[in-house]
Structures are given as structure tokens and as C-alpha cells.
């Protein structure tokens, strides 16, 4: 059941789309106090309450023990000390071994969840405001509470088939002739490849929807050949809009009021990328409506898919931020310079990196009236995003465009994935990509993934071989660096022949994977699962941090520790191991339910599939134009008696027709492996 | 056997204590190749070779898949991508399936060592100089290749007994009144306590070897008052003499040139706590002596202890950087404000601190010979300690005195103890500091630990407890923690009395830890070792990486993680597991040789006793003084037929008489447990 409580005058963000009538009573589940600003809930937790949820944020699959801020943030370094990052997503599951509850709060704004930091059995949510919709949800057990409240917020974005292929992005890609020398690279070494990103260095001085003309000499044509080759080119879009006279997006901007404004009217500006920038203003409709619209530019010269970057939104500097600066700095220079005065000179400049209180001075007009951005803040990447969509929507009615974004708030989901944004060349960001899926999956966004290998940082050769081993499974699937750090295309390592083999694999993977996600899509159901929701009464499951559970089929348990040689895995029923050291070098083993400890060298690749489960594999190919589904191998582990159907979804890969599969079904009859129903395909059977 | 290579001139740094002749030909166990300034040796490394050492530095206990600095370096954020923290420890082993070796690169400049980070399967080693020993090191196992390193650099520091007790820290203890108030709340809580530090505000505006009258009116007095009470006063000693006429240190630096100078002959001027200070160069024999004898001062009002800290030297800004810094803002401010130009004002300011440039420009004057910081870079610390502890030995001749160092270099193990530095309150630390502490032991820091709960960040209230169930077998037991974070005293927490109960069984088996360590140094064994140092043969025991050996007779598995209720443990032989949640509640569990998952809950702390060894066991005390070793309980996992004798170091706890040791001798006959030697004490027995 799902129960709404109405605290004052909320604003409709758009994370809902049941409507659900309030209760006219009060909740009581949790205490509730007031000061002048804000509004505080605590609940007191038993010592084993167990608390997921939360979407993209840090720590782990189980958030208790931390002090949590919903805030969209821009902090490419997101170590341990850390609250905040890219996406705000309210909603919580507290496992209590009587009750199941999840809690949604549909607030714009700030809110602090602590979980257990300050004292280990509270947990105290502080929502900085006192207008906003709560959600209670009651259920048996975690996937209960998570597909209603998946109800409540509806259907998940589906992209392409092409970008469930290997996807290679690196801020450093400068023009052309790099993004061409990239591709023949991969085709050299024969590593299969769908895309390649372009990042900021493609446009006119970071001019969104420009191309520079002297990178890329015809673009359209460029982009035409690089997609007969099966590579699509996929371009950011950054939210700060140039000003710069004469740039069309600038002056229609500005002359139909459609950007963010100052209390005094005038056009707030920020210095981002491009230098100074004014911020489109996403919810205000026309604005929203006239910006997605701008996409059309690069989709009528052959574009397919997006990014949408820098959606927090980033502020570098805001032009009263520097005025304060340099006024603060000659006061700081007035006297002698102590060490007070060392550290007020250092503070003075690094505070101007988005700083909060610039959130307090521009404003957003949503159907007339205005709010601060502080207010409304975790709509902003969630709205630019819903602008592009709707915009796909009338650009190609029946195309899947790909689209992801950086920032993003509960509802984001339906209009696009997210990346979980700039991470490090750290192996516990591995770990920490793993809980995020488990997580972000709760809240509906299916579509996402790490920027593999890291992306601040020089990567090692091993983190990036042992990150594309858990990357073939994010449904996106993208190696991502920064400029000046060390360059991380899968060719450029000793190690490249493992990565090809892996990269394989997963196209090997792809109708298992795609399978997965859509029916995860149009049924509400998650494609990464914790272990506990399928397992809900086992109490060892519900602690496992570092294995995952994909579909119904197979689970899975990363390398993710420098020098490991193999894991602990617990098995919460009997699989069987499969370690592949490509898509056809391949050892099986059964395991008992239970713990085990598997050896992993750094070349091999671990899939457990289920009991009485069975996974589909093709053969790799250069890229997904050229997956050949006709031929296929199931694999499975169907004990004798039993049967089990996968239903393969398998469609022309870009209308918006996801519902229709085809059955492979299959039973074990005497320890032989025969199909109960036969797809007119080419399917060879292993039982393991 | 240990092998000595000469490189051009090298410096005697005071490494090494064995005069070993240099090799007459040249290494062949590196290539080796020169450009103009620096010295490169590479190895090719095979696919399982592990990589143990580098002492104090960042990541696993196998050193292999990054890249590490050794340049003692001022870095409280020391995350993952970090390659270089406070100490600088030029020690490796390579252990390969066939041979196993050592190698020590004695050299006060910096060196990076690439052990697999580029090319897996490749050693760089990059020495920035010409002139160093290399010593090579063969030996059957990594414990013997050890054991022979730690001889030819001489035996560990030992410090007086009550430095094994807890130890209480905060920068932010103002006063008596805030030291006063914390030793209460201990006593009232009745938390065991042996000492409380005294962080850089007790001084005269930050003056070394001064205390701040208006809050110490009777410094000497309360300094005895403590010590009735049984606790030990530890103040801080910068390694800056802040610039003020009248204030001696300074004056008689000054006249006696017994500061770092400029290439012009004047003192060098850097801004750290104190605003400008002088560094003393301690690497000039006459300004080593004259600094240690300060020390003195602060003996005489009854200081039993000290630590030497931002002794890298940490610098928050040279002269010349400031200078240049303001040339540069007014170059940058002539343009208008781009984002090049905005980057460049932030990196203008924040490259001031700790700026490497900084130190080509002073100079250590060394027998005669002026050598530019850069070059002895790493021996600053070291350098700093030693002259304290050379004063000691005047000052207080069979004393032993608490002396550890924040930054360090090999050599400094014979002088003092160092903690990790300044870490933060994240979980990541507490296993890095496991692994530390590993590494530090074959380096001879014997006596070391981390700050518990974390220095920087606020704490949270589980890994505070989890932090100090690892702390209590740490010899440096102390909590601190930064000014401006939270409190983490254990009687702040709803789990204090957990908290204590984890104090209390610190103190329980300080007869254990103190005879194991005294064992240790006396021995040039380790206190901490890694379980391939007792299995060399055992190729699982070889990629743990949490589990680590006290002495002869016990492993520990410390919990780590957020949330873990238990966790995974490998056992090379037969354990029996012993869960106390106090000194008095504890559970017994025999474990098979193999993988085990074991149970922990919040309030419990397990140690395994390895098969046919014994370890002592007394009450617990309000502080070392108090302990009574008269009676005691030994707990033993002997198995019938058996038999283990535990060499028990009781001695006064403060003179330097270390060597003699009273035998327990236990034997299982026919399942029951009796003395093979008992001396004349009460001591219970507990076969499991």
C-alpha cells in the first residue's frame, strides 16, 4: 500500500505519476518537529534494520551508518567524506524483521538523511522546507515496496539497441582525424565498438548545438561515414548557454526571457566552460519546450543519441561571487599575512566553485511564478533532460534516442538514463559503481553505468581490465577519461587481448542483457538487484555489498581490490560458476549454497548462473549491427525435472515496440536438455 | 645475504647500522639505464610475483598495480590516487615462486617506484639522483629476506609502558580546564586512560618548547597532578621556531646559524602554524644537538613523552611563493576573467602549500657541505626525532621516553615510533591502516598506529567502535581527531559502554602485546605480521590482505566495513576464534585450516589463537599503573600432546633494561592443561 501525506503547498515536480489520494490523517511512522525553516523526522531503528535506497549517492548498498545530502552535486572527487553527488533521489527502504516500509519524499530541495551517523539506532531526516508530498509504502519485504513505489513513478526510458554495445568516450578527443585514428584503432585490433562520445572540444568555443567548423569540416557527412562503419557519434550537451552576440541559442534566449534570472530581471550569469553563461531555465515550459528543440540541429546532421552534462547546475564562478572575491581579497591583503589570513586567501577563491549561495540569487518562473533556484534545485538535470525527451518525442515519434544525463531527480528515469558522473581512477569505485546499480535501479533508472577505467586519475592496467569485467554488465557501457590523464582505450594496455576477449563477451552477452532491461522496463522490475530481493528472508543476503543479481538468471561478483587473485562469494541457493576467459574459453562448477572462496586470475571473467536458470549467448561481433541472433547457444542449470523459459526480446533494436518476445523454452528430462518451446532460431543447448 | 652496491657519492644518511662492503661488480637484478639527472632500474615481473614493503605509503600490503612517491609529503586527504603520504620507506620485497628478494635504495631524495601500474607485469624504479647505495637482499621466504634488512638497520625504538595504555587526543583541548574535563568524563565513565595529548594550542602562540601561561597558569603543577591521577601529558613539537624577537629558540637559532638557509646566506622563511617560522636544520650536527636539548624544558616540568609533527617539513607558503603568487594574481587580473584565466587564479593560490619548488630553494648545512632541501628531502623528520631521542639519552639515560614522528625515513625506527599521520574518519583507513601497520613492521616501526576514529571528518558512530576494536592491538592506541570535526571521545557515543568494554580489553592483554613487542624489537622480529611471513609456501596466504599476525600467537581480522555484521576470514592453519564482546563475555569456536565466514556483531571483537599457543590474559585497570600482572589467565588453543611456552616481558616499564623474561610453559596431556614452568604468579588456565 502506498500512503500520501500532504505537508503544505508542494510543487508538482513530476517524479509521480499515479495520483494517489492524500490521507486525511497524519502519519505516525515517523516523529515529526518543525523550526522556522525546516522540517524533521526521526525514527528510531533496531540494531539490524538494514536501509536501502537512495539512488546514485555514496557508501554502500546498505545505507546505514552515514550521513547522506540530497543535493545535486558537482564533485568529481567523491572520496569516502563525501554526502553529496550528481543525482538526489529520496527514496529509502527500511528492513526491519517485522516490517518492510519504503519512504519517498518529493521535495526540490535539500535534504539531509542521517542514517545511523550521529547515533547508530536514529535515523533523522532533515527536509529544508515545509512544502512537499511523503510517501509511505508498506510491503512484505524490499521487491514489494520497490515495485509499487516503481508504480508510483512510472516506466523506465529504454534507449537503442546500439548503445548496449561497448561505447568509447575520453574528454581529449579533439576533432576528426582523433575520433577517426580512434576508430581505426579498434577495427585494427579487431575490438568490437557501437560508439564514440564527443566531448566538450567538439563545438565552436562550447557553444551547445554549434560544431566547429575547422574540427570537424562536414560533420554530417563525418557523421554519416562513421555510422556506415556501425560507430555512432554521441555529443554533450552542457547546460550554460554562451553569451556570445551573434550565437543564435544566446540571443533567442535572452530576447524570450527563457533564461534563469536575477531578482531584478536581468539574466543571471556564470562562468562555466564557455566562460560567461546564462542558465536555460528547464522548467519553465517554453523555455523547456524551445531548448529541447535545439536538438534537432545535430539529429537532422545523423546524431542518434546524447549526453547531457553539466546539469547540477556547475558553477564554476558567478559574477557576484568574483566581485566578492576580489573586494574580500584586498581586505585579506590590508594586513600583515598571517596564517589566518593564508587560509582566508586560499578559502576566498576555492569557495567560488559552486557555491551555494549563488543557488540563492537566480530564479526559475514555473507557470508564472518564481522560485529561487536553491528551492528547486534537484530539478534542474531532470528537467533539462525532460525537455530533449519531449522534444525526441516530436523530433522521431517512433526512434529511441539515446539520452543520459548527469544530474537527475526521481522521474529523470522515464525521460533518459544517468551516468553516475566523474568518478576516479580508484578500485573503489568499482565497488562503489556496484552499489549505485543495486540502488539507482530501485529508483527506475535502468539505463546507467560508470565511466569505466575512471575518470579523474591515471588508471593501472589491472583497475582497468578488472572495471570493463564488471562493465560488461551495466547496460551502459562506456570507458571514460579526463583530459591529462593517462589515456585509457582498451589498445593502449599490455593487457589488450584480455580486454578485447572482454569486450566480447559482452556482446556475447548482449541478448541476455537486452532481454533483461527491456522486460525490467515495461514490467517495473529491476535489471541489477541486491541479493536480498530475491532472498528476503535470508539474513546473510541482505549484507552482501559486492554481488549482484542480473534478471532472474545469473548473479554476479566482481574483482574489485587491487591484486586479488579471487573472492568470497555467498550463494544464497546452489549455481553454477562460469568463468569465462572469453566468449568461448570457458570452465563451469557447480557451488552449493553457501559461502565460497573462487579463484579469479586476472583474465577471467565470473558469471554464476541460477538454479534451473538459462542464459542466452551469441557470438561476439565487431558491433551490435552485426550480432547475428539467428544462431545462439542457451546456457543453462536445469537440474533433472526441472523446466525453465527465457523470454527473448528481440526487436529491430529502435522503434518504441519493445513488447513483443520470444519464448525459449526448456526442460531437463532424464538429464537431457530438450527445448518445451522452440524459437524458428538456430539454438544449441549446454546444461551445466 | 645481503649485497651493497655503490652509485657515485652517496650520503650517509644513518640508515643502516652494519658496515657491509660494497659488491665489486655491478647488480644484474635490475636493468639499469641513466638520463642527465636521474637513475632508472626495471624488472619484468611474472604474473603471481607479489610485492610487499614501502613501509607507511598508500594501498594493499601487495604493493603491485600502482605507482608510489617516496617524498615525505603534508597530504591529510591521502585517498586512493594519492601516491605519496608522511613517510618515505625505500624497502621492497619481491616475492616470486622461485626466489624471494629484498631491496633497499638508500637515498634521501625522491624516488618513484611503478610496481605494475603502467605494465602490469613491469618494476620502474625512478631514483631522482645518481649517488646511493643499492642493497640487494636474497633470502628462502620474505620473513628471512626481512629478518636480515631489519639487522643491517638496526633495532626498534621501545617506548615506556604506559605508552601501551589508551591514549586520548584532540586539536582543540584549549586549556587545563578542557584537559581537566576530559580526564573527569574518563574517570566518571570509568574508561581506561594513560595519557591525554596536548595539540599546538597549549603553546605560546605556536613557540615550540613554550606553554601558554594564561592557559596553564602552574604548567609543572598540573602536569604532576595528572601523573597522580595516572595520566601521562604528551604535548606536540613543531618542526617551525616561530620568527619573534625575544622569544630564545629563535634568537639562538638565529646567532648560532642553525637554520635552513637561502642560497645568500639568509634564513629561510616559511609560513606554517606559527605565521613565519625558521626550520632548524637538523641534519647540522651542532643545530641537532641544540634542538634536542629544548626539549629538556619541557622534562623538566615533568613531560614523560612528546611527537614530532609537520616535520615533512609541512609549509603552507615560502616567502618567495607569496611573492610570486600576487605577481601572478595582478598578471592574471590585467585580462577580463575567462575560465583559463579562472583556473589559473585558483591553482595561483592553492599550489602555495607544500610547494616542491619551495625546496631547492634552502639549504641543510651537513659536515661543511650545503646540500639543497630536494636532494635529503626525506630525512627532515627523520632527522628531527633523532635529535630529540639523542637528547634523551643525556637528559634522562635509562629512561625510555614517548617519542614519535609524523614524517620519517628507514633509520628513524631506532629513535622513535610514528603514527600514520593524518588520516580521516573513513572506513577505507581503518584497512589501510592494517595494511600499514604490515608494511611498517618489516621496516622496523614497531611502535606505531593510526588515529583512531579518524583525524579528519566527522566520525560515525559504528566505525568509531569498529575503529577502535582494531586500535587495541595497535601499540599507539590513541583517538584523534581534528579541530572543527566531531568529538569522538568514546564517552560521546550511545555506544560508550561498547567503547569501553573494547578500552578495557586493550588493557587486558597489554601483558600479551607488551611482551610480543618487546619480544619484537629486542629480536628485530615483527609485531605485525602479514600470514605469507609464518606461510611463505601457502599461495592463498599470500593475497590477504586484512588479516594480520601478532607475533607468534594470535591472528587478527578486524571489520572494516560499513554495516558488516561479520565477515570472510582465510585460516593457514587451525584457529580457535574468540569473541569478546568484553574481557569477561567471550565465546569460544574452533576453526578449520580454510575460508571461513565468521559472525561479528557490532559489539563483539574477535581474536583468533593460533594452534598449540597460548596468550596472557589480566583484569582490566584504570591505566597501565594500575595493572595487576600478579594474577592472570593464560588462554590457550593446545592440543592434546602439546606444548607452548610464552616468554613474558615484565619489567619496571620505563628503564631500558629490556631483556629478561619470565617463561609460562603449558602443556596438554591427555586433555588436560598443566604447567611445564610456572613462575610465581596466579595464573588461571583456559584450553579451548
Known amino acids: ?28 511512522f515517523f516523529a515529526q518537529r518543525t523550526n522556522d525553516e525546516n522540517t524533521i523526522f526521526t525514527r528510531k531503528m533496531d540494531k539490524d534494520d538494514i536501509v536501502f535506497g537512495l539512488g546514485e549517492t555514496l557508501r554502500g548498498i546498505n545505507k546505514r551508518g552515514w550521513r547522506y545530502e540530497s543535493y545535486c552535486s558537482d564533485d568529481a572527487l567523491h572520496h569516502e567524506g563525501k554526502s553529496a553527488i550528481y543525482g538526489a533521489h529520496n527514496f529509502l527502504i527500511i528492513k526491519n524483521e517485522n516490517i518492510t516500509s519504503g519512504i519517498f519524499i518529493d521535495f526540490p530541495g535539500k535534504i539531509i538523511f542521517d542514517i545511523g551517523s550521529k547515533n547508530y539506532c536514529l535515523m533523522e531526516i532533515t527536509v529544508f522546507g515545509k512544502d512537499f508530498d511523503l510517501y509511505l509504502i508498506s510491503g512484505n519485504n524490499e521487491q514489494e515496496v520497490t515495485t509499487q513505489f ?20 575520453r574528454w581529449g578527443y579533439r576533432n576528426a582525424e582523433d575520433v577517426l585514428k580512434i576508430a581505426d584503432e579498434f577495427e585494427q585490433e579487431g575490438i568490437p565498438l557501437d560508439s564514440i ?9 562550447y557553444k551547445n548545438f554549434t560544431v566547429d567548423k575547422e574540427k570537424f569540416p562536414d560533420f554530417q557527412a563525418f557523421v554519416r561515414k562513421m555510422k556506415e562503419r556501425g560507430i555512432r557519434l ?20 535572452v530576447k524570450n526571457n527563457y533564461f534563469c534570472k536575477r531578482e531584478d530581471g536581468s539574466d543571471f550569469v556564470a562562468g562555466v566552460w564557455p566562460g560567461k553563461t546564462h542558465f536555460p531555465d528547464f522548467l519553465n515550459k517554453k523555455a523547456s519546450k524551445w531548448f529541447g528543440n535545439w536538438y534537432k540541429t545535430l539529429i537532422d546532421q545523423g546524431i542518434e543519441g546524447f549526453w547531457n552534462d553539466m546539469n547540477e547546475p556547475a558553477i564554476f564562478y558567478s559574477e557576484e561571487g568574483i566581485e566578492k572575491a576580489l573586494s574580500n581579497f584586498d581586505k585579506i591583503m590590508q594586513k600583515p599575512l598571517d596564517v589566518t589570513g593564508y587560509f582566508a586567501l586560499l578559502d576566498n577563491f576555492n569557495q567560488l566553485s559552486n557555491n551555494r549561495e549563488d543557488h540563492k540569487i537566480f ?33 522521431s515519434p517512433n526512434k529511441r534516442v539515446l539520452m543520459f544525463s548527469r544530474s537527475s531527480y526521481i522521474g529523470m528515469h522515464r525521460y533518459g538514463g544517468i551516468w553516475t558522473g566523474d568518478n576516479c ?31 579523474g586519475g591515471d588508471t593501472s592496467e589491472d583497475l582497468m581490465l578488472r572495471w570493463l569485467q564488471f562493465g560488461i554488465f551495466t547496460p551502459l557501457m562506456r570507458n571514460h577519461s579526463a583530459f591529462n590523464t593517462r589515456e585509457q582505450e582498451p589498445f593502449r594496455f599490455s593487457l589488450k587481448n584480455e580486454m578485447k576477449n572482454t569486450i566480447e563477451l559482452r556482446y556475447s552477452l548482449i541478448p541476455f542483457i537486452y532481454s533483461t532491461f527491456i522486460d525490467a522496463a515495461i514490467n517495473d522490475k529491476m535489471y541489477f538487484k541486491p541479493l536480498s530481493f530475491d532472498f528476503p528472508q535470508d539474513k546473510r543476503a541482505a549484507l552482501v555489498e559486492d554481488q549482484l543479481f542480473i534478471g532472474d538468471e545469473i548473479m554476479i561478483a566482481p574483482i574489485y581490490q587491487q591484486g586479488a587473485k579471487g573472492r568470497y562469494v555467498y550463494l544464497p541457493e546452489d549455481m553454477v560458476l562460469v568463468k569465462f576467459k572469453s566468449y568461448g574459453q570457458r570452465t563451469y562448477q557447480r557451488l552449493k549454497k553457501g559461502d565460497s572462496y573462487i ?45 525453465y523459459t527465457f523470454n527473448l526480446y528481440k526487436d529491430d533494436g529502435y522503434s518504441k515496440n519493445y513488447t513483443s518476445f520470444i519464448k525459449i ?10 527445448f518445451t518451446e522452440k524459437p524458428n532460431i538456430n539454438i544449441s543447448l549446454t546444461n551445466i
Not at 502506498?2 to 505516525?28: C, E, F, H, M, W
Not at 516503481?150 to 568516450?169: C, D, E, H, N, V
Not at 552542457?238 to 556570445?244: P, Q, R, S, T, Y
Not at 541460477?610 to 536445469?638: F, V
Open 1 to 28: 500500500m502506498i500512503y500520501r501525506y500532504n505537508y503544505n503547498n508542494p510543487l508538482n515536480t513530476g517524479a509521480v505519476v499515479k495520483n494517489i489520494s492524500y490521507q486525511q490523517q497524519g502519519q505516525d
Open 150 to 169: 516503481r508504480t508510483l513513478i512510472g516506466k523506465s526510458y529504454i534507449p537503442p539497441l546500439w548503445a548496449f554495445g561497448y561505447q568509447q568516450s
Open 197 to 205: 562520445y564527443l566531448d566538450i572540444d567538439y563545438m565552436q568555443r
Open 234 to 253: 554521441v555529443p554533450i550537451i552542457d547546460a550554460g548557454v554562451k553569451i556570445e552576440e551573434g550565437y543564435e541559442v544566446y540571443e533567442e534566449g
Open 363 to 395: 530564479f526559475h518562473n514555473i507557470d508564472g511564478k518564481l522560485y529561487p533556484h536553491n528551492e528547486v534545485h534537484n530539478l534542474y538535470g531532470f528537467y533539462m533532460t525532460k525537455s530533449a525527451s519531449e522534444a525526441f518525442e516530436k523530433i
Open 425 to 455: 581512477s580508484w578500485w573503489s569505485h568499482i565497488l562503489l559503481g556496484i552499489q549505485q546499480m543495486a540502488s539507482l535501479n530501485m529508483c527506475g533508472f535502468l539505463y546507467s553505468g560508470t565511466d569505466i577505467g575512471g575518470f
Open 599 to 643: 579463484s579469479v586470475e586476472l583474465d577471467e571473467i565470473p558469471i554464476f548462473i541460477r538454479k534451473n536458470k538459462a542464459i542466452p549467448l551469441i557470438k561476439p561481433a565487431k558491433n551490435t549491427d552485426q550480432l547475428d541472433w539467428a544462431n545462439m547457444e542457451m546456457l543453462a542449470y536445469i537440474e533433472d525435472g526441472e523446466s
Open 665 to 674: 523454452g526448456l526442460e531437463n528430462h532424464n538429464d537431457e536438455l530438450t
